[in-house]
């Protein structure tokens, strides 16, 4: 097997109680993994540990063979502007620029170029000359994803990319996620509370009375 994208070991971490502990977990190239679980459970906090942003009580993280809470500055900036992207809950688009600005800004940071047929899988060719202000949550939401893969990205988090679609807008950006990991061997790294689409990873892991426990393997 080629080297693990991801690799958490021992993970835990409380804020004020301890949030979860002993968790280990895997993402290999091509790969896709689901993590899903109650409100409050800490999946979004285990998606920023995994993703160089929150360093942990315990454990180590590695991404791409490198211990990411033991790297300089310059490395982990090297890691999230190239190799790295990042779907949050609540997404981050400059609400006065177009949404194709935004997407040449992310671009540009990368030295990357979109794949134009992404904007058409994901139904937002036509929305690029408006600002990101004139569009709908689920637009930007699309526009935010969109820009997330202009850069190429080796391992994508993504927190709830789906939240704010319909059935059927949430089964065209899962289709898009899924083919881009297919595509180029990038692997996938899920949160979500919509079990449809968890099924459509490789694995759904569940998290629930502070450990993470496999729920299903494809
Ligand atoms: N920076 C922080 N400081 C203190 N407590 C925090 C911090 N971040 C998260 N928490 C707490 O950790 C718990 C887990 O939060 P988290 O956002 O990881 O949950 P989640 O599983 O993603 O929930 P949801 O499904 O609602 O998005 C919550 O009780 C939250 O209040
Ligand atoms: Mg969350």
């Known amino acids: 097997m080629s080297q693990a994208l991801l690799e958490a070991q021992s993970i835990a971490h409380r804020f004020d109680y301890t949030l979860f502990s002993d968790i280990d977990f895997t993402l290999a190239p091509y790969e896709s993994k689901a993590i899903v679980g109650r ?10 540990i995994f993703s160089t942003f929150m360093s942990p009580n315990e454990g180590s993280v590695h991404l791409l063979g490198q211990d990411i809470y033991h790297l300089t500055d310059d490395k982990i900036e090297a890691l999230r502007r190239y190799d790295i992207g990042i779907i949050f809950q609540f997404h981050y688009l400059f609400k006065g620029m177009s949404a194709m600005d935004n997407i040449d800004v992310a671009s540009m940071l990368s030295g990357q170029e ?10 937002i060719q036509e929305l690029m000359k408006q600002r990101i202000g004139d569009l709908s949550g689920g ?48 692997g996938l790294v899920l949160v979500t509370h919509d079990i449809d689409m968890a099924k459509r990873c490789d694995g759904v892991y569940t998290l629930e009375d502070k450990v993470l426990t496999p729920t299903f393997t494809g």
Do not use: W
């Open 39 to 48: 409100s409050g459970s800490g999946k979004s906090t285990l998606l920023h």
């Open 114 to 123: 979109l794949d134009k047929g992404i904007l058409e899988k994901l139904q």
């Open 139 to 186: 637009q930007q939401q699309r526009v935010s994803i969109a820009r997330v893969l202009s850069k190429k990205p080796r391992i994508i988090f993504a927190d709830e990319p789906t939240g704010n679609l319909d059935k059927e807008t949430a089964t065209l950006v899962m289709d898009v996620l899924l083919d881009y990991c297919k595509t180029t061997g990038a």
